[in-house]
Nanobody, 118 residues
């Protein structure tokens, strides 16, 4: 079984920082992409950041320069460091893992709420 558990969300003031963590349990195929998505009320779920098992990263234009995705392969945790948070960053953030293997499903965490407000 593969399970993803997000943590680190909460209430933060504009300009503040949070670090989200995604703890991964179970075996993940060597070649994969891990990402963070977010969904605000009334909006579609959108990709925020992704990191490929080979190393490259990808960010949405709205967060590039403020957010950083990283991973700890020893502890099997994916992080999203969020700096200079703004109210428009308010959303439920979801961790996602996609294996580059035939027939492999996406894995999703339960989500963690991030609220940016004064």
């Amino acid at each position: 079984q593969v399970q993803l558990v997000e943590s680190g969300g909460g209430l933060v003031q504009p300009g503040g920082s949070l670090r989200l963590s995604c703890a991964i349990s179970g075996s993940i195929f060597e070649y994969n992409v891990k990402g963070w998505y977010r969904q605000a009320p009334g909006k579609d779920r959108e990709l925020v950041a992704a990191i490929f098992s080979t190393g490259p990263t990808k960010y949405s234009g709205d967060v590039e320069g403020r957010f950083t995705i990283s991973r700890d392969n020893v502890m099997n945790v994916v992080y999203l460091q969020m700096n200079s948070l703004q109210p428009e960053d308010t959303a439920v953030y979801y961790c996602n893992v996609r294996e580059f293997s035939r027939g492999a499903p996406d894995y999703w965490g339960q989500g963690t709420q991030v609220t940016v407000s004064s």
